[in-house]
């Protein structure tokens, strides 16, 4: 771990490049990027690859309305991100200190991913789904609060770059993931070979759907152990001593405030409501890519571990060359260059 911490960001800050801010030490930035290692299991594994197509497939009744749950359950997620993510960020802002707030949807994410063990095909689905809810509210309420500490540790000009390396290094964990859940628990009894236990690892049962339902408290334990990095070794802003209903009251003052202001700022406005526009398209290549891939091509567990590990490489790659990029052209610039090169894929 210590290898990863101090070389993961290797003199991001020269002094001279700070724009007025002290930087944290890169002991400092590389727990923040240790961060992304810890949420892009719960992606991999969770939202993708992994526990879709056993929802859809084997706990729903069938295939058909085993989608329109999962697109329910996303949607339930959205929506209750969407309305109480401002409120809480501008509580958090009102607070100072982002680590409590941190430590509280790290601890909800985990429970809906622990939750998920008993996921017993022919049981009830609400209770999946209610824990997939909270577990996705959790992840997201926790990468908001991580992401409002990055301006306090770099530069502006050096957050691309930081970001950019953090979201590489979660890719590389979502492999490693996706990688050991493949030798551990879904190549034993399929495949001999000296690596490749001759039964799932702690004698978890394929028929019982063990080796499925054993991926939520795998996402929600990694989350836990490596989210300590930033907890521990990240500075955070200074508490200003207010108790939560006063930081609510003044969370909300600041929201409104804020939304009274957008019209004055045509870019801000433009930018938030195109921001939506791209996430909006992203989720749903996410929330759904996995879904179809097994449903299409009749893959398993373990042909969507092979699929996963394959784009989570590209992805890795893409990330760590964005994040280089955008520090010589800008985000706009890479942005763009970017979309062109995917519409260009579509195309061939």
């Known amino acids: 771990m210590n290898a990863v911490i101090e070389g993961a960001v290797p003199e991001l800050q020269p002094p001279h490049e700070t724009g007025g801010k002290e930087p944290a030490s890169n002991i400092a930035q590389g727990a923040w990027v240790l961060y992304e290692w810890a949420n892009q299991t719960y992606f991999s594994l969770i939202t993708i690859f992994l526990f879709p197509p056993f929802f859809t497939q084997v706990l729903a009744a069938n295939p058909i309305e085993g989608q329109a749950q999962w697109g329910y359950v996303q949607a339930a997620a ?23 707030w941190i430590v509280v949807t790290t601890l909800i994410c985990a429970a809906g991913c622990f939750a998920l063990w008993f996921a017993v095909p022919g049981s009830p689905l609400l209770p999946v789904m209610i824990a997939l809810v909270v ?74 759907h063990e080796t499925d339902r054993i991926i939520g408290p795998i996402s929600g334990l990694w989350f836990l152990v490596f989210m300590l990095p930033l907890l521990i070794l990240v500075p955070d802003q200074k508490s200003r001593g207010i108790g939560r209903a006063q930081a609510a009251r003044e969370g ?8 009274r202001s957008v019209r004055h700022f045509r870019n801000v406005a433009l930018y938030l409501f195109s921001r939506m526009l791209f996430y909006d398209g992203m989720t749903a290549i996410f929330v759904f890519g996995g879904i179809l891939a097994a449903g ?39 942005l763009v260059w970017s979309l062109l090169g995917v519409i260009a894929t579509f195309l061939l």
Request: hydrophobic fraction near 60%; charged fraction near 10%.
């Open 78 to 100: 959205g929506i209750s991100i969407a309305l109480w993510s401002p409120l809480l960020g501008a509580m958090a802002d009102a607070a100072g200190a982002r680590k409590p």
């Open 135 to 208: 577990a996705a509210i959790g992840m997201e309420f926790t990468i908001i609060f991580a992401n409002a500490m990055l301006p306090t540790i770099a530069s502006d000009r050096r957050m691309g770059l930081l970001s950019g390396i953090g979201i590489g290094v979660g890719q590389l964990a979502a492999i490693v993931a996706l990688v050991l859940v493949l030798i551990l628990l879904q190549l034993p009894g399929e495949v001999e070979a000296s690596f490749i236990p001759a039964e799932p690892v702690f004698g978890l049962s394929k028929e019982a």
């Open 252 to 259: 909300l003052t600041r929201l409104v405030a804020t939304l």
């Open 296 to 334: 299409i091509f009749g893959w398993g567990a373990m042909e969507m571990a092979v699929y996963g590990i394959w784009v989570t490489l590209f992805a890795a790659f893409g990330a760590f060359v964005g994040g280089w990029v955008d520090l010589r052209i800008g985000s706009k610039r890479t």
